[in-house]
Nanobody, 116 residues
Framework: VQLQACGGGLVQAGGSLRLSCAASGRFFSINLMGWYRQAPGKQRELVAT???????NSADSVKGRFTISRDNAKNTVYLQMNSLKPEDSAVYFC???????????WGKGTELTVFS
């Protein structure tokens, strides 16, 4: 499974951006897709995940600002990020779990920089 993320970039604090990630390869279905992030000098952390049934989980730090969604037919997950803060700056990694919630695959990451 290959995960191709795009949508990162440079944005001013308070702005919005949408990340997307498309999965390709040989698989029947993907149970869970989502996003993790890693800022310089910090550990990688969960941002948000979503199951094929639409159940979501997100970090407290992004609740109310970020929305995760997916298109199962396109094997694509989206992360709509609003009210961005400088502390949201990080490399965002797309992830996928085929059958359980244990992450099987990681994308290469797309970088987001939020400036004030």
């Amino acid at each position: 499974v290959q995960l191709q993320a795009c949508g990162g970039g440079l944005v001013q604090a308070g702005g919005s951006l949408r990340l997307s990630c498309a999965a390709s390869g040989r698989f029947f279905s993907i149970n869970l897709m989502g996003w993790y992030r890693q800022a310089p000098g910090k550990q990688r952390e969960l941002v948000a995940t979503i199951t094929s049934g639409g159940n979501t989980n997100s970090a407290d730090s992004v609740k109310g600002r970020f929305t995760i969604s997916r298109d199962n037919a396109k094997n694509t997950v989206y992360l709509q990020m609003n009210s961005l803060k400088p502390e949201d700056s990080a490399v965002y990694f797309c992830v996928a779990a085929l059958k359980s919630t244990h992450i099987d695959y990681w994308g290469k990451g797309t970088e987001l920089t939020v400036f004030s």
